[in-house]
């Protein structure tokens, strides 16, 4: 079944404590990217990747970083985590960039004390 | 970069009536345009989309039109059900740029 997973799911922490977020897809995708959703603000791109090793930033990458050692996988770590940055995160992925549907992960919210 | 603003930002319909949800955009380039619909605790999952070729794609209860000279882009739901009821996102892309989404609008359809 095609898929993008992310973990966790749910997650509470605290401020400055480093955490990852994981996403694997498994329909052979090019391109990945990393979305916060606020309410009345949509979805806002955190970071974006259009192959393995190539990243780049976004329209909100403050605070944030992400790697693609691999085509399948592309993880959101958050290395000091802060209040503003409690939200509902999704991954997706698509064969191109901009130019196909997207498949998004089930979503991961995040509470940062 | 690109600008999309969605509105309304909250649709209550009857059923059975019809919703209408409009988008507007800033790039000129872009010519990818899709509407996605997320349910309540659920991913966004695409519903339609329109290139910029076309200027209308139907689909059973829903379609789009697009405007390019305008550059806006509407999505059309008649015959509204509860289970129509979410959050629709509407987006414009181009190959050479990310997608970016409109803020969402919250449609409920009352029985």
Not at chain 1, 33 to 46: A, K, M, N, T, V
Request: aromatic share 10%; hydrophobic share 30%; glycine share 8%.
């Amino acid at each position: 079944e095609a898929q993008v997973t992310q973990n966790p799911r749910y997650l509470i922490t605290v401020t400055g404590k480093k955490l990852t977020v994981t996403c694997s897809q498994n329909m052979n995708h090019e391109y990945m990217s990393w979305y916060r959703q606020d309410p009345g603000l949509g979805l806002r791109q955190i970071y974006y990747s259009m192959n393995v090793e190539v990243t780049d930033k976004g329209d909100v990458p403050e605070g944030y970083k992400v790697s693609r050692k691999e085509k399948r996988n592309f993880p959101l770590i958050l290395e000091s985590p802060s209040p503003n940055q409690t939200s509902l995160y999704f991954c997706a992925s698509s064969l191109n960039r901009g130019a196909g549907e997207l498949f998004f992960g089930e979503g991961s919210r995040l509470t940062v004390l | 970069g690109e600008n999309v603003e969605q509105h309304p930002s909250t649709l209550s319909v009857q059923e059975g009536d019809s919703a209408v949800i409009k988008c507007t955009y800033s790039d000129s380039a872009s010519n990818y345009f899709p509407w996605y619909k997320q349910e309540l605790g659920k991913r966004p999952q695409l519903i339609i989309d329109i290139r910029s070729n076309v200027g209308e794609k139907k689909d059973q209860r829903i379609a789009v039109t697009l405007n390019k000279t305008a550059k806006h882009f509407s999505l059309h739901i008649t015959e509204t059900q509860p289970e129509d009821s979410a959050v629709y996102f509407c987006a414009a892309s181009s190959g050479n740029n990310d997608m970016r989404f409109g803020a969402g609008t919250r449609l409920t359809v009352k029985p």
